[in-house]
């Protein structure tokens, strides 16, 4: 499993209709792996302050949960596709966007009352 929090100052107007879909796609395509099994969950019009700028600007902060486990490589490509997408559907400057990687043990996410673990066992 699979969870993208993506927490951004842009108004939920502005986002595109599709975009976790392409979010969940994008990412399914670098990870291999079905496009189901990720959880996209936008949070827009989010109040932000930043320190690098002394004006509003508009920023995208992604936790990126994930029970599969990868090397520094692998999320420098799972970045840079999650990067692309921001910036192609949000209209935001890749300097804008960041991203942190957690990796969670199957046992430590649960759906339908259960671990991932416990599914697939």
Known sequence: MQILR???NIRS????EKFEQDVSYSLSVAMDLPADKFVVIVEPAVR????FASK???VAVVNFQTTRPSSRTENDTY???LTLV???QLKLDP????ISFDFKDAKSFATQGKTI?????
Request: proline residues 3%; aromatic residues 6%; glycine residues 4%.
């Open 95 to 98: 300097a804008h966007i960041f």
């Open 56 to 58: 509003e600007t508009t």
């Open 86 to 88: 921001l910036c192609e």
């Open 48 to 51: 932000m302050r930043i320190g």
């Open 117 to 121: 673990a416990s599914l697939y066992e």
């Open 6 to 8: 993506i927490q951004t």
């Open 79 to 81: 970045a840079k596709k």
């Open 13 to 16: 107007a502005d986002i595109p």
